[in-house]
């Protein structure tokens, strides 16, 4: 303000603070020819001075006032001005092996200008270092993978673009999305991992590749045709591949922990309907055993009623074979069929089998807790007798993942059902994922949580430089002071708002 006001004429103030505002927010000067004005920072501009803003039209036919007033300003806020620096280079070439996006990577270079305090120069500059750098970038990838790859994994992935048999290649298979869940579609996707694992890429670590680069190249080879993917350079056809291939594997597996899912929940609700639809069956019955209870409990709770009278006396109210007739009818309800939903279930059991064995044949569980480790030790049983076609459990299968009120059930006689047991095992596979308990090796959605931060060791080599372009302490000691400051800060906000 008083660097302002020592300036003459009122059309000088509100062109200079305009100038000020404008560079302070956008980084970079106002363009001389036209002189650019945007009417929200002038509005402000004369709001902060009390100069009406009209007078810029005075401002903007000097342009040497314009320019000595710019140096001015870029000495009093230490401005550089824009060159191409080795940092400049080096931040944008780290960002490229991050995001593939241009307009991502302009965002990030206007940023690194603004935080090193150098003018930011027009679009068109800044896009041709970053299209020179992302270059380099992707030549740097390219290469690095190219090394990883061999001659026959070179030709699975171009055998993926060749159209065999039908009208569609492997590739168009692969984006398709998966259906209604069903024992069928839950198939088709462990067709798609068996086309992935016979390419042999899930043996390449490609995780030094970052994520989101790797996502932007999937997302381009759903874009394309195989035949646009044909006519790309090998190196970079391989590249986008891989990482397509990377990308939809480790969606397909959470796809198959989601059918799997919706395929137990729809099992479960069928076999709620079906008990609804016998108890409505036997409505009349029901409503019969209830006034025959009624009957019975008010006779025994009648207390001027001798105990050596009560059978003769209930009997005398309820016929006794009308009451053999509704115990028997009774019984499907109270210990058949119909008596759990988990009975119901176990009916559907060769439903089941269509899919589960091809489910953990292709998924890879995981647990830190030790709650499930029975749970882990059945899935490995079952998969054995899956693979030497057994159908008796061994005398030692563990039961300890069965909730209690399932294992009269699962042993109705102290032995074990083979049906009731894996129809149980299935059912604890959806509940121990759904509840964070169990994982899936390679899945997105359903990993360890562990997996979704990166290796303490990488940690540790940007740590510091994290905190310091976040503006957060990293040392202990200055963490107390600094959330102090920042609560007393937003108190005194409140008040003030308030």
């Given at each position: 303000?008083?660097?302002?006001?020592s300036?003459r004429?009122?059309?000088n103030?509100?062109?200079?603070?305009?100038?000020?505002?404008?560079?302070?927010?956008?980084?970079?000067f106002?363009k001389?020819k036209p002189?650019?004005?945007?009417?929200?920072?002038l509005?402000?501009?004369?709001?902060q001075?009390?100069i009406?803003k009209?007078?810029?039209?005075?401002?903007v036919?000097?342009?040497?006032?314009?320019?000595?007033?710019q140096?001015?300003?870029?000495?009093y806020?230490r401005l550089?001005?824009?060159?191409?620096?080795?940092e400049?280079?080096?931040?944008?070439?780290e960002?490229?092996?991050?995001?593939?996006?241009?307009?991502?990577?302009?965002s990030?270079?206007?940023?690194?200008?603004?935080?090193d305090?150098?003018?930011?120069p027009s679009?068109?500059?800044?896009?041709?270092?970053?299209?020179?750098?992302?270059e380099?970038?992707?030549?740097?990838i390219?290469s690095?993978?190219?090394?990883?790859?061999?001659?026959?994994?070179?030709?699975k992935?171009?055998?993926?673009?060749?159209?065999?048999?039908?009208?569609?290649?492997?590739?168009?298979?692969?984006?398709?999305?998966?259906?209604?869940?069903?024992?069928?579609?839950?198939?088709?996707l462990?067709?798609?991992l068996?086309?992935?694992?016979?390419?042999?890429?899930?043996?390449?670590?490609?995780?030094?590749i970052n994520?989101?680069?790797?996502?932007?190249?999937a997302?381009y080879a759903?874009?394309?045709?195989?035949?646009r993917?044909?006519?790309?350079?090998?190196?970079?056809?391989?590249?986008?591949?891989?990482?397509?291939?990377w990308?939809?594997?480790?969606?397909?597996?959470?796809?198959m922990?989601d059918?799997h899912?919706?395929?137990?929940?729809?099992?479960?609700s069928g076999?709620?309907?079906k008990?609804?639809?016998e108890?409505?069956?036997?409505?009349?019955?029901?409503k019969?055993?209830?006034?025959?209870?009624?009957?019975i409990?008010?006779?025994l709770?009648?207390?001027?009623?001798?105990d050596?009278?009560?059978?003769?006396i209930?009997?005398?109210?309820?016929?006794?074979n009308?009451?053999?007739?509704q115990i028997?009818?009774?019984?499907?309800?109270?210990t058949?069929?119909?008596?759990h939903v988990?009975?119901?279930?176990?009916?559907?059991?060769n439903y089941?089998?269509r899919?589960?064995?091809?489910l953990?044949?292709?998924?890879?569980?995981e647990t830190?807790?030790?709650?499930?480790?029975?749970l882990?030790?059945?899935?490995d049983?079952l998969r054995?007798?899956?693979?030497e076609?057994k159908?008796?459990?061994?005398?030692?299968?563990?039961?300890g993942?069965?909730p209690?009120?399932?294992?009269n059930?699962?042993?109705?006689?102290g032995?074990?059902?083979?049906?009731?047991?894996?129809?149980?095992?299935?059912?604890?596979?959806?509940d121990e994922?759904?509840?964070?308990?169990?994982?899936?090796?390679?899945?997105?959605r359903?990993?360890?949580?562990?997996?979704?931060?990166?290796?303490?060791?990488?940690w540790?080599i940007?740590?510091?430089?994290?905190?310091k372009?976040?503006r957060?302490?990293?040392?202990?000691?200055?963490?107390?002071?600094?959330?102090?400051?920042r609560?007393?800060l937003?108190?005194?906000?409140?008040?003030?708002?308030?």
């Amino acid at each position: 303000m008083e660097k302002i006001k020592s300036y003459r004429g009122s059309h000088n103030k509100v062109g200079f603070a305009y100038q000020l505002i404008y560079v302070r927010l956008l980084n970079y000067f106002p363009k001389q020819k036209p002189f650019e004005i945007i009417d929200e920072i002038l509005s402000f501009a004369e709001m902060q001075i009390g100069i009406n803003k009209k007078e810029i039209s005075a401002y903007v036919k000097h342009r040497q006032h314009i320019s000595r007033h710019q140096e001015h300003i870029r000495e009093y806020l230490r401005l550089k001005s824009f060159q191409v620096s080795d940092e400049l280079c080096q931040f944008l070439l780290e960002e490229s092996h991050r995001v593939e996006q241009i307009t991502l990577l302009l965002s990030e270079a206007k940023r690194f200008l603004k935080n090193d305090k150098s003018l930011q120069p027009s679009d068109d500059t800044l896009e041709r270092l970053i299209v020179t750098q992302r270059e380099k970038a992707r030549q740097q990838i390219f290469s690095k993978l190219e090394q990883m790859i061999n001659d026959d994994i070179k030709a699975k992935l171009d055998g993926l673009l060749k159209i065999n048999d039908g009208r569609s290649s492997k590739l168009q298979y692969l984006k398709n999305p998966p259906s209604v869940p069903s024992p069928k579609s839950l198939l088709n996707l462990v067709k798609k991992l068996t086309i992935i694992q016979e390419t042999r890429i899930s043996k390449i670590d490609i995780t030094w590749i970052n994520n989101n680069y790797q996502r932007s190249l999937a997302k381009y080879a759903h874009r394309c045709s195989a035949n646009r993917l044909r006519e790309l350079k090998p190196l970079h056809r391989y590249t986008v591949l891989t990482c397509f291939l990377w990308q939809v594997s480790r969606d397909t597996m959470d796809y198959m922990v989601d059918t799997h899912s919706k395929i137990m929940t729809k099992v479960y609700s069928g076999a709620e309907n079906k008990i609804d639809v016998e108890i409505r069956k036997n409505k009349k019955n029901i409503k019969k055993s209830l006034l025959m209870l009624k009957t019975i409990g008010s006779t025994l709770l009648d207390n001027d009623i001798v105990d050596a009278d009560l059978r003769k006396i209930i009997f005398k109210q309820i016929k006794k074979n009308e009451l053999k007739s509704q115990i028997t009818e009774s019984e499907p309800l109270l210990t058949g069929k119909y008596s759990h939903v988990f009975n119901v279930v176990i009916t559907k059991f060769n439903y089941l089998r269509r899919f589960a064995p091809a489910l953990l044949e292709h998924l890879q569980f995981e647990t830190e807790s030790k709650q499930a480790n029975a749970l882990l030790k059945a899935v490995d049983i079952l998969r054995d007798m899956n693979d030497e076609n057994k159908r008796r459990l061994p005398h030692d299968a563990p039961i300890g993942f069965i909730p209690s009120k399932l294992k009269n059930i699962v042993m109705p006689n102290g032995n074990v059902d083979r049906k009731a047991w894996e129809c149980a095992l299935l059912t604890a596979i959806r509940d121990e994922i759904k509840s964070g308990n169990l994982s899936v090796k390679g899945s997105k959605r359903y990993g360890q949580f562990n997996d979704f931060f990166m290796p303490e060791n990488e940690w540790k080599i940007i740590r510091t430089d994290f905190f310091k372009r976040a503006r957060l302490p990293y040392k202990l000691n200055e963490i107390p002071a600094y959330l102090r400051k920042r609560l007393n800060l937003s108190s005194e906000l409140f008040w003030v708002l308030k």
